[in-house]
């Protein structure tokens, strides 16, 4: 059979493109991942055996394997892990399989200073291969197959593959390094690279020249070994193995049980938001090994989905090595790991915000609408999570806890008011906040997705319920103030007068509104909108309707402030001769400019515009 030409998929050949013209600084950086690739193929050997042991085939010793062929300039690494068969060839090195890289080419931007960065920030996986060879063999044998394949690339578009030779299982990748690379084949330059990058990788990591071998790593698994021994870089650099990340870890958290339950874990929170975090499909990033064997990263029960944005290590020593995916499912060892995790981790977090909130608002930020899942779907954690839980405040800048709240609630304040939506600073404009502002109350502004849903389901914290300051029975009358400014100070419609606008509104508007009521919370606009209590918040509704799961708009209640010049000039008008049709118009807008200042559309935006224009041109 000859060998057959294949085209790379596009995404990949763009990739090429940049990382080929790419001035990068950090090339030797191809080495930590072409070694990381071998070390991931030799875990999953390992974990294929436990099941199939003739994949072994008395070849039991993993490594990796270095060697520079000087007159040739060709830098190989080879491993003796899982191999490669030819589709897996071409579907894994013609395609992007890792949402991470995906991600890498859909930011590129062709700027290439820019670009470089984030070569820096996602690293390239096997394609950096590229950046210092001008030309990558790839020769490999999967484990319990004879037939070996070679796949040969000059990184322009295309690859070429065939039948090949191998010795064994495992895969060889040959370098053919460019003009200019010499110094990847000095032996001295790969022990320094091996070390700074890959001295954590669990397998050992040999430089092989002629018949002396060099082991260039520590070669054991990093977590394993006592705290006191590990320095803050080796953990740092375990963070960016395991986490294929590189940042700094926010929180490094290694802890070991020994008794009931035996386990290891070295746990990260990482530094920035992982690009997958919002992936429903990625549900814990964790690895899970049982006494240092990889089991899998693909153990969704090892944490709650709202810490998923933890990176590291569990290593059990309670599973047993051949446990598979569906053992791990409902697996009471893999429930009470996932306990202890969870306890730790927001012990950790409880202590972290009381030392230094600054630092925790950074950690809050990245990942507190992820935490606040934890809020609606796990009861048990709640009152931990709502200590927690930081949130921006109509009355002061940063964030503020809960508790902060209630010792700055009012006198007479019973409830801790909320308001939700989209962005804060038309929150912090919003009408329904006026009054709560004019009694000096502090409304907190939600602005995540997920704060609707929890609201939906927690109803109070130490004693105060949480209410929404779009609610209609918000009762700032409770509330005692000193401030002279209160609205009701203001001049304003009272009695009948406002009794017979609130009628003639009411007529014009009908069904489209639940009711319309004097407001006790607007100081400056005339009109808002608020929900009845009982019905739906107005911002939920908004989102279930964004998202197509309700069609309909349940009626508001239209709030008119009294002492608003515009509603006294109408109270005046309606109690003329012929107010009706004169408030019809009036009626109508005051409702849509409501809709409008929550950001909703509206129904009918050309008789709006009719509408407006006659207004505005009997004004002039
Ligand atoms: P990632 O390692 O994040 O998946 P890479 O670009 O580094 O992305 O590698 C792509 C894929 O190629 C790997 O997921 C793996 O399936 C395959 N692969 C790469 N190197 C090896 C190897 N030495 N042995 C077996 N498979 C490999
Ligand atoms: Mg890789």
């Known amino acids: 059979m000859t060998d057959q030409t294949m085209h790379f998929q596009a995404e990949v050949t763009r990739l090429l493109h940049i990382v080929t013209h790419a001035l990068y600084s950090q090339k030797e950086i191809f080495l930590r991942e072409l070694i990381s690739n071998a070390s991931d193929a030799c875990d999953k050997l390992r974990f294929a055996a436990q099941t199939d042991p003739a994949l072994w085939a008395g070849d039991v010793e993993l490594k ?49 200073a820019r670009d470089m960065a984030l070569i820096g920030q996602f690293g390239v996986g096997f394609y950096s291969a590229f950046m210092v060879a001008g030309k990558v063999e790839v020769v490999s044998r999967k484990a319990g197959e004879a037939q070996a394949w070679r796949w040969v690339s000059d990184g322009s578009g295309q690859f070429s593959i065939g039948e090949a030779e191998r010795n064994g299982r495992g895969t060889t990748i040959l370098l053919h390094l460019r003009e200019g690379e010499d110094e990847f084949l000095d032996p001295a330059r790969l022990g320094r690279i091996v070390k700074t990058y890959s001295d954590h990788v669990a397998l050992p990591v040999v430089l092989q020249d002629g018949d002396k071998a060099e082991t260039l790593n520590a070669a054991s698994a990093l977590w394993s070994r006592p705290k006191a ?69 693909r153990c969704d029960e090892l944490v709650p989905a709202w810490l998923r944005f933890l990176r590291g290590v569990v290593d059990s020593a309670d599973l047993p090595l051949n446990v598979s995916r569906e053992m791990l499912q409902h697996n009471p060892v893999v429930a009470r790991i ?108 939600l602005t995540d997705p997920v704060d609707d849903f929890w609201l939906s389901v927690v109803q109070d914290h130490a004693g105060k319920p949480i209410k929404s300051a779009t609610r209609a029975g918000a009762d700032l009358d409770a509330v005692k103030d000193s401030d002279a400014a209160r609205p009701d100070a203001a001049e ?129």
Request: hydrophobic share 45%; with cysteine; net charge negative.
């Open 64 to 112: 990796v394997t270095i060697t520079a062929e000087k007159t040739g300039r060709i830098l190989s690494i080879a491993d003796n892990g899982i191999g490669m068969d030819r589709d897996e060839l071409i579907a894994n090195l013609g395609t992007i399989a890792r949402s991470g890289t995906g991600e890498f080419v859909s930011s590129l931007s062709g700027d290439s």
């Open 229 to 297: 021994e590990i320095t803050e870089q080796q953990y740092k650099d375990f963070y960016h193995h395991v986490a294929h990340a590189f940042d700094e870890p926010w929180l490094t958290l290694h802890a070991r049980a020994e008794g009931k339950l035996d386990y290891t874990l070295l746990l990260f929170v990482p530094g920035m938001r992982p690009h997958d975090l919002f992936d429903p499909a990625r549900k814990s990033a964790l690895k899970l090994y049982v006494r240092r064997v990889f089991i899998t990263d």
């Open 338 to 445: 996932r306990q202890a995790i969870t306890r730790r981790v927001l012990g950790e977090l409880e202590k972290k915000a009381e030392k230094d909130a600054t630092a925790y608002a950074v950690f809050w930020e990245a990942f507190g609408a992820v935490l606040k899942e934890g809020l609606y779907e796990d009861a048990e954690h709640r009152a931990q999570l709502l200590k927690l839980a930081r949130f921006r405040s109509s009355a002061r800048e940063g964030w503020v806890s809960l508790d902060d709240y209630i010792a700055a609630m009012k006198d007479g304040q019973a409830a801790i008011y909320v308001i939700n939506g989209d962005q804060l600073d038309q929150l912090r404009r919003s009408p329904q906040l006026e009054g709560f502002r004019a009694r000096g109350v502090e409304v907190l502004l």
């Open 492 to 620: 304003k419609v009272e009695g009948a007068a406002l009794g017979t606008l609130i009628a003639a509104l009411k007529q014009v508007l009908g069904d489209a509104v639940k009711d319309v009521r004097e407001s006790k919370r607007l100081t400056d606009s005339a009109v808002c909108l608020v929900a009845a209590d009982g019905d739906l918040d107005m911002h939920l509704e908004r989102l279930l309707r964004l998202h197509q799961k309700l069609d309909a708009t349940s009626p508001r209640i239209l709030e008119i402030n009294p002492g608003h010049a515009l509603i006294r000039a109408l109270a005046a008008r309606a109690q003329q001769p012929g107010a009706m049709d004169a408030l019809t118009d009036a009626a109508l807008l005051l409702l849509d400019q409501a809709r409008l200042m929550e950001g909703e559309t509206l129904a009918d935006p050309a008789g709006f515009a009719q509408r407006l224009a006659r207004v505005m041109e009997k004004g002039l």
